[in-house]
């Protein structure tokens, strides 16, 4: 089938990849041009697992183009994705900001001169699908046509670090449309992924809407919800790791998303649990859980900082290293990651140095991050200790986990470290002779 997705983002060039993957045709468009550029030049603009490899093979297979040429190109597609950002307003940082899944629907409206379904992939508000929809009929009325389409859902769930293995194995596929045109075509596009016994769940769009959501608040409140029997071991001399695991066997729970540390973060969970507490209120209605689940984050992400003060007595004058930028472990994206929080909290306390080091995150925390000339960019996790009065492990990546103790210690200054993720045994640092801190243990 021909298909055209708007946005090369993590959610727009992975659905577009593994589309064209199983044998679609598709043509993917973004407004910004240098990433475009990068594409037809073979390079992929966001690290991710696997990614390029696949880019690679369906652009040589002729089943993957990419384009700024919306207004041509949206002719291609009979089913037009779109997949742009939903980041928080400006003015309003609770608010998902709709302007550029405006503007998509907007393109469409204007230029289709044939059926076609337009479909948001991209997280949206509950109501936005009806929202898309009126764009759409204006735009086509203001050309005097009566164009026919449809909109329908299909929210991503795929996770940032195992993206193309979660969208080509999915456990689910939630499609949301009202006519059964619509769904028709939803299942011939997906039709491909009941190999691997995929669930497909066809519902209304506003039911589609709101899964997204639900799915990502749960997650984060499982998050707020171990951080806080966390915080609480530690007064009552209790040990998250242990609670976490035995709490994780029973089936009614699971292990997963039970890992007590220094909050949420990313691109996904933080905007879409304040985005469905603001839905909320303009339906009058308050999320009581979900509201604790966002304030019990935003305080846990300021825990790291808070425990070093208490430890250092001052932050004044002190280099602190920090390993890890990324929100989590495989992906580049720092956009609100808890490392934005630290480092802004380490320069409110007049640190005389942030030495930093990520194995893929280092030029997005340059581009996202503070700019500071105090945030010193090294070239390994060794290189950050030199003289360093503390050690702040941020993201669990694997090359963490068995550090180099006797070289650590020879190269710090002071023999502080704050493991934020809870990866290194107490003992095992203790003998290297280091003070260590850690979460609910
Ligand atoms: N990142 C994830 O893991 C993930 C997972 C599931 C769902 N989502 C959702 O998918 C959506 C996209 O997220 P993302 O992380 O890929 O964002 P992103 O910021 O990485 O990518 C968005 C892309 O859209 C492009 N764009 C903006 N306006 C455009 C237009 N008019 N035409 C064409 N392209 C345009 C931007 O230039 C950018 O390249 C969001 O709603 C997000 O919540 C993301």
Redesign the pocket.
């Known amino acids: 089938m021909k298909l055209t997705i708007?946005?090369?983002?993590?959610?727009?060039l992975v659905s577009g990849t593994c589309l064209a993957q199983v044998g679609h045709d598709v043509l993917c468009?973004?407004?910004?041009a240098s990433?475009i550029d990068q594409l037809n030049n073979g390079e992929i603009p966001i690290y991710e697992p696997g990614l390029a490899e696949l880019v690679e093979r369906n652009v040589k297979a002729g089943r993957l183009r990419f384009s700024t040429n919306?207004v041509e190109w949206i002719k291609h597609g009979i089913a037009i994705f779109n997949?742009?950002?939903?980041p928080p307003d400006r003015e309003n940082a609770n608010k998902a900001d709709l302007k550029?899944v405006q503007?998509?629907a907007e393109?469409f409206g204007q230029n289709i001169t044939e059926y076609k379904v337009f479909i948001n992939?991209?997280?949206v508000p509950v109501g936005t699908g009806k929202m898309c929809e009126e764009i759409i009929k204006r735009a086509i009325y203001a050309r005097e046509k009566d164009t026919e389409f449809d909109v329908a859902s299909n929210p991503?769930?795929?996770?940032?670090g195992t993206?193309v293995q979660d969208f080509l194995s999915p456990d689910r596929i939630v499609l949301g449309s009202s006519t059964a045109r619509a769904k028709k075509i939803l299942d011939e596009i997906y039709r491909p992924f009941e190999r691997t016994h995929t669930q497909i769940l066809h519902t209304d769009i506003p039911s589609a809407e709101l899964i997204k959501y639900a799915a990502n608040c749960f997650l984060a409140t499982k998050i707020s919800f171990i951080n806080d029997i966390a915080n609480f071991s530690e007064l009552a001399g209790a040990n998250i790791t242990d609670i976490a695991a035995w709490l994780g066997m029973d089936p009614r729970i699971g292990r997963n998303f039970l890992s007590a540390g220094l909050g949420y973060g990313g691109?996904?969970l933080p905007k879409d649990v304040k985005a469905l507490i603001e839905t909320g209120k303009e339906y009058w209605y308050e999320f009581q859980v979900i509201g604790s689940a966002d304030k019990v984050n935003e305080a846990q992400k300021k825990i790291a900082v808070q425990k070093l003060t208490h430890k250092l007595g001052s932050l004044s004058g002190k280099t602190i290293s920090i390993w890890g930028l990324a929100f989590k472990p495989e992906t580049d994206d720092v956009r609100e990651a808890v490392s934005m929080t630290v480092i802004d909290d380490l320069l409110e306390g007049w640190v005389e140095q942030i030495r930093v080091f990520d194995p893929v995150a280092m030029e997005s925390m340059k581009f996202f991050g503070n700019r500071s000339d105090k945030v010193i960019y090294c070239e390994s996790n060794y290189e950050t200790l030199e003289d360093s009065d503390a050690l702040m492990l941020l993201t669990e990546w694997d090359e963490f986990f068995a550090p180099d103790w006797k070289s650590m210690k020879k190269s710090m200054r002071w023999n502080l470290i704050l493991d934020g993720r809870n990866i290194w045994h107490k003992n095992i640092v203790e003998d290297y002779g280091f003070e260590y801190i850690m979460i609910g243990r």
Request: proline share 0%.
């Open positions: 708007f946005g090369t983002g993590y959610a727009g468009i973004d407004i910004d990433k919306a997949a742009v950002g939903t550029y503007a998509v393109t992939k991209s997280t991503e769930f795929l996770r940032e993206a691109s996904c």
